[in-house]
Structures are given as structure tokens and as C-alpha cells.
């Protein structure tokens, strides 16, 4: 018969099989224990068999020993269901020498039961804490993974700029050197035709002395003076021709606007898209004027149209860095949005003959390339030449989406 110094383990293993039956979903206990999970107490002639259990089922005895600590079972118990470095040692001079008093079980089973519900809701909640960690630790290496793309572009935008920077240094000192030099050979060039006009007056003048006392100019003279007027005539050819290369202005390589990039996780279709780019500092919003209202409100008055897009604008400016510049097709009726303006909303209309399709997409290359530039339409010919321009380019719909 199996020592009492095992009684709380084969106690505990009854309340691990009682438990694990009624769990959801159930856990069978091992075969040979099914008959005795009727006992409230195993009787001495079923712990032999229980004991048994333990020591071949090692599912079986995973799970008592997940449930047991030395205060439960006692030591022997322990070491009987953990099995470390030489428990067969120690449990054997524990069984011989029986010198540790022999623990009794007297706690029932459910007592057994109530702190195995404990352990386990214990377990679960621990397991839900550490799901819940590892979807936040899951988030936040996204959002480091997007900051470390982010600052990476923008470093590169930065090298641009100042490779760019430095180049437009090196143009203008190139430029200032260029203009000094030609104004040193407009300065020669003065110089030279005062000293022939200086020239034709003296020999003007000694002509006219000569033919007034009767005499002649020799053909000597003649050769040298027109010797002199033929290498100044070559010489000034030089200073001219020097004056065309100087005034040629030198191909500079001009910088181009570049669309900002979509941002990870952005589909530059939605509204989000939309939202993100109107909140950038300083961005310039073209808004194609009809395109967006007719598609909203078509059933409306013109002048109803667009005072509802001045007003929605006016919203939208009131809380971001960015302003609006909007083109109707048409002569100017008068004074129109002039509450707009003082709210970042400027109201315009396009000259007579001139579409605003062409003021909008005009207007991307004339604004400060310094400053981002978003065009809002629904046109395909604007939505092309913005973007061939470097702007970023949304739909009419997603700046309906964001008035609405």
C-alpha cells in the first residue's frame, strides 16, 4: 500500500482529474482514475492505483505538478510528481527513514478544488496580461519601425536641400564674378567708342582745316587712319562678341518640386490621406473651385456653391497650418471672399478666356518651392499636370468627405 507520506498528493491528483472533467471543454482524466472520481476521500485500496497513475501517465502528472507546492503535498509528494536531479534518492530515504512527520491530508477535496479554481483563474489572467503586452509590444515596434522610415527620409530630404543649397552657393558666386567681368568690358567698350568718336572728330576736323586753306589730306594719312578705325571696328567685334557669351545666362539646373511621400499605412485614395496632407505646416491647397461643388451640391446656385465651400474651408483652415487658395472658372463678380482671406481661404476667378484648370495647374509651378503644394480635382488633365508639377493630388470626393 502506497506510504501516507503520498496521502495529500493522491489527494490532489483526485481533485486535478475532478477538475479537469468539468472544464470547459472538459479534459478526460486518465481511465484507470475514472471509477474512483466519485470519492470525496480515496479509500487505502485506490491509492495504489492513483500512485500507479502518476507514475506512468507523465501528462496526467504535468498537470498535478503544475497544481502542487510543498505546502500541499509535502516534500516527498513534490519530488514524486517533479522528478528533478535524484528524486528517486530522496524519495526512497524519505519512504526508509521515514524522519519527516507524515503529512495527513486533511483537507477535503473541494478545499483542493476551490485552490486549483484559484491557481487557474490566476493562469488565465496572467495569460491574458501577457497577450494584452505583446499586442501593445506589437504596436509599438510598428510605430518605432514607421518613426525610423520617417526620420530616414527626412534625413535624405535634408542632404538634398543642403547639396542643393550649396550648389545655388556655388551659382551665385559664379553669376557675381560673371557680372563684373562684363561690366569691366562695358566699361572698356565706353572707353573705346569715345576715343573713336574723339578720333572721327579730329580727323573731321583737320579735313575741314585742310579744305578750307586749299590743301588735301595725303593718301598716307588716309591709310593710317583707316588702319586705326578697321583694328578699333575688330577690336570693338571682340568685346561685342565677348558681351553676347557673357550675357548668354549658363543653364542652371533648377530645383523641382517633389510630391511628398504617402505615409506608411496610408492609401492615398482615403480620406485619412486627405487629412494628413492638409495638416502638413505650410501646405498651399489649390482647390479646383465647380469641381468640387457641382459634384456636391449640382441642384445648388452658383453663389450658393460657392459660399458652402468658403464656409467648409474656413472650418477645415481653422484648425490646421494650411490655406486655401480656390479657383472658380469665370470673370470676377465682385467682391468674393473677403472673410474667407482673413481665415486663410482666398477666393478667385479666372480670367476671361483662361480655364481655371490652367490658373490651378499655372499655380503649382509659380508657388514658393519652399512650401508643399496639394491640388484638389477630379479633372484628369489637372490631376496630371499637378502631379508632372511635383504636387500631391486628392479627388474632389475625399475633400467633400472631410467638409462633410
Same mark, same amino acid.
Do not use: C
Given at each position: 500500500m502506497a506510504s501516507s507520506l503520498f496521502d495529500p498528493l493522491l489527494d490532489l491528483a483526485l481533485a486535478v482529474a475532478k477538475k479537469g472533467k468539468k472544464a470547459k471543454p472538459p479534459i478526460p482524466p486518465p481511465a484507470r482514475l475514472v471509477p474512483m472520481l466519485k470519492f470525496a476521500k480515496l479509500p487505502d485500496k485506490a491509492k495504489d492505483a492513483v500512485l500507479d497513475v502518476l507514475n +506512468?501517465?507523465?501528462?496526467?502528472?504535468?498537470?498535478v505538478a503544475e497544481a502542487a507546492d510543498e505546502k500541499t503535498v509535502g516534500r516527498t509528494g513534490l519530488a514524486y510528481v517533479e522528478r528533478g536531479?535524484?528524486?528517486?534518492?530522496?524519495?526512497?530515504?524519505?519512504?526508509?527513514?521515514?524522519?519527516?512527520?507524515?503529512? +495527513?491530508?486533511?483537507?477535503p477535496s473541494k478545499k483542493l478544488e476551490h485552490q486549483l479554481d484559484v491557481a487557474d483563474r490566476a493562469r488565465q489572467r496572467a495569460e491574458a496580461e501577457l497577450a494584452e503586452a505583446t499586442?501593445?509590444?506589437?504596436?509599438?515596434?510598428?510605430?518605432?519601425?514607421?518613426?525610423?522610415?520617417?526620420?530616414?527620409?527626412?534625413r535624405v530630404e535634408r542632404d538634398e536641400l543642403a547639396a542643393s543649397n550649396t550648389e545655388l552657393a556655388e551659382q551665385r558666386h559664379?553669376?557675381?564674378?560673371?557680372?563684373?567681368?562684363?561690366?569691366?568690358?562695358?566699361?572698356?567698350h565706353i572707353a573705346e567708342r569715345k576715343r573713336l568718336e574723339a578720333l572721327v572728330e579730329t580727323m573731321t576736323a583737320a579735313q575741314l582745316s585742310t579744305t578750307a586753306?586749299?590743301?588735301?589730306?595725303?593718301?598716307?594719312?588716309?591709310?593710317?587712319?583707316? $588702319?586705326?578705325?578697321?583694328?578699333?571696328?575688330?577690336?570693338?567685334?571682340?568685346?561685342?562678341?565677348?558681351?553676347?557669351?557673357?550675357?548668354?545666362?549658363?543653364?542652371?539646373?533648377?530645383?523641382?518640386?517633389?510630391?511628398?511621400?504617402?505615409?506608411?499605412?496610408?492609401?492615398?485614395?482615403?480620406?485619412?490621406?486627405?487629412?494628413?496632407?492638409?495638416?502638413?505646416?505650410?501646405? +498651399?491647397?489649390?482647390?479646383?473651385?465647380?469641381?468640387?461643388?457641382?459634384?456636391?451640391?449640382?441642384d445648388w446656385e452658383l453663389e450658393r456653391q460657392r459660399d458652402w465651400l468658403e464656409q467648409g474651408l474656413c472650418a477645415i483652415a481653422a484648425r490646421v497650418s494650411a490655406t486655401f487658395d480656390v479657383v472658380f472658372d469665370g470673370a470676377d463678380v465682385g467682391a468674393v471672399g473677403g472673410a474667407g482671406r482673413d481665415r486663410g481661404v482666398r477666393i478667385r476667378f479666372s480670367p476671361d478666356g483662361v480655364e481655371a484648370d490652367d490658373v490651378i495647374i499655372d499655380?503649382?509651378?509659380?508657388? $514658393?518651392?519652399?512650401?508643399?503644394?496639394?491640388?484638389?480635382?477630379?479633372?484628369?488633365?489637372?490631376?496630371?499636370?499637378?502631379?508632372?508639377?511635383?504636387?500631391?493630388?486628392?479627388?474632389?470626393?475625399?475633400?467633400? $468627405?472631410?467638409?462633410?
Open positions: +506512468t501517465d507523465d501528462e496526467f502528472r504535468a498537470r536531479d535524484g528524486w528517486e534518492r530522496f524519495v526512497n530515504q524519505m519512504l526508509e527513514a521515514a524522519d519527516e512527520p507524515i503529512i +495527513t491530508s486533511s483537507a499586442s501593445q509590444l506589437d504596436a509599438a515596434e510598428a510605430l518605432a519601425a514607421e518613426a525610423t522610415s520617417e526620420r530616414d527620409t527626412l559664379r553669376a557675381v564674378a560673371e557680372l563684373k567681368r562684363t561690366e569691366e568690358i562695358m566699361a572698356r586753306v586749299g590743301g588735301a589730306v595725303s593718301d598716307e594719312e588716309v591709310r593710317l587712319a583707316v $588702319d586705326v578705325l578697321e583694328g578699333s571696328i575688330a577690336n570693338m567685334a571682340d568685346q561685342l562678341s565677348s558681351l553676347r557669351r557673357a550675357a548668354t545666362p549658363e543653364r542652371v539646373p533648377v530645383a523641382r518640386r517633389v510630391a511628398l511621400p504617402v505615409p506608411h499605412g496610408l492609401v492615398d485614395s482615403s480620406v485619412d490621406y486627405a487629412e494628413y496632407l492638409l495638416s502638413i505646416p505650410n501646405m +498651399t491647397v489649390l482647390v479646383d473651385g465647380y469641381n468640387v461643388t457641382k459634384l456636391a451640391h449640382d499655380a503649382v509651378g509659380s508657388t $514658393d518651392q519652399s512650401r508643399p503644394v496639394t491640388v484638389v480635382s477630379s479633372d484628369k488633365r489637372v490631376r496630371a499636370g499637378a502631379a508632372s508639377s511635383g504636387a500631391n493630388v486628392i479627388s474632389s470626393a475625399q475633400l467633400i $468627405d472631410l467638409l462633410a
